[in-house]
């Protein structure tokens, strides 16, 4: 059984993990409800845009929208981590579905953005082609406009056959699940899949799809990005806050433990004292 000292030791050692501990999780709070905000604010553009494209689909062919045409290259994936761990089971399960992919798609070219990624996937001996060089809590429609920049040029041009984002994603705000989105080859799942006749397309329906599909790719990186930080952070933030409370109840053990013991010995103290008075 420990002795005084080390229990004394060992809650100073918890006290100051605390620290740290309560630390994150107030920053990731704080970051969490501005990209709780910008996200819920995104969610009626997106989806809107995809009302249109949905409507619009009749027109999608590869003359019209090079983006729908399969190409020759090689097919292509991008894993989203975060930078650093702390945040749970966020990198494990978002790198756990990577590996499936990877597994069953042994010829893919793999991207990362996150350096909890690249540390996996160099520990695996998996071949990266490119990491790009910035954070998730960095997101911003400039960032998320050169990766989405970045891959459509890849595909134009040939270098790619197909891409498929691995992430978190979120629906709802609140619960997040590793995930993975077809993004090249475009096929458009929703919408009507007739002409549209709510609104009058000038100069007419093929030349406003053609201008709008690079507009929905780069809202489709933006909001695939912006939920990737939104989940890293809750997943941190709820890590933080069962660590606070756990460090809690290790606390409240450790100081019965110790005021035990004082007291232990306080009291032996006295008939220590007591006996050597009786035998004088």
């Not at 027109?59 to 702390?86: E, F, H, M, Q, W």
């Not at 960032?143 to 270098?159: A, H, R």
């Amino acid at each position: 059984m420990a002795n005084v000292k080390e229990i004394k030791s060992h809650i100073k050692t918890i006290k100051d993990t605390q620290k740290v501990t309560k630390a994150m999780y107030l920053i990731s709070s704080v970051k969490y409800r501005a990209i709780k905000d910008t996200f819920l604010k995104f969610i009626p553009y997106i989806e809107e845009l995809e009302k249109i494209i949905g409507e619009l689909s009749p027109y999608l062919s590869p003359d019209i929208c090079p983006y729908t045409s399969c190409k020759s290259g090689r097919n292509t994936c991008l894993v989203i981590t975060a930078d650093k761990g702390l945040a749970g089971d966020y990198n494990k399960n978002v790198l756990k579905c990577a590996q499936e992919y990877i597994d069953k798609n042994p010829d893919s070219m793999v991207y990362v953005i996150g350096n909890a990624g690249m540390k996996y996937f160099a520990r695996n001996n998996i071949s990266v082609e490119k990491c790009f060089d910035f954070s998730l809590s960095e997101t911003s429609e400039e960032t998320s406009g050169k990766v989405s920049d970045y891959f459509k040029e890849l595909f134009l041009n040939g270098e790619i056959s197909g891409l498929t984002v691995i992430y978190t994603s979120t629906h709802d705000g609140i619960r997040s699940k590793a995930d993975h989105k077809k993004i090249f080859p475009l096929s458009i799942e929703n919408g009507t899949g007739k002409p549209c006749n709510e609104f009058e397309y000038f100069p007419d329906e093929k030349t406003v799809l053609n201008n709008i599909i690079p507009l929905f790719l780069d809202s489709v990186f933006y909001s695939i990005l912006i939920q990737s930080s939104f989940s890293e952070q809750s997943t941190r933030m709820m890590a933080m806050d069962s660590a606070n409370t756990n460090a809690g109840d290790m606390l409240s053990e450790l100081n019965i433990q110790y005021n035990h013991l004082r007291q232990n010995a306080i009291t032996q103290e006295i008939a220590e004292i007591s006996g050597e008075r009786k035998t004088q």
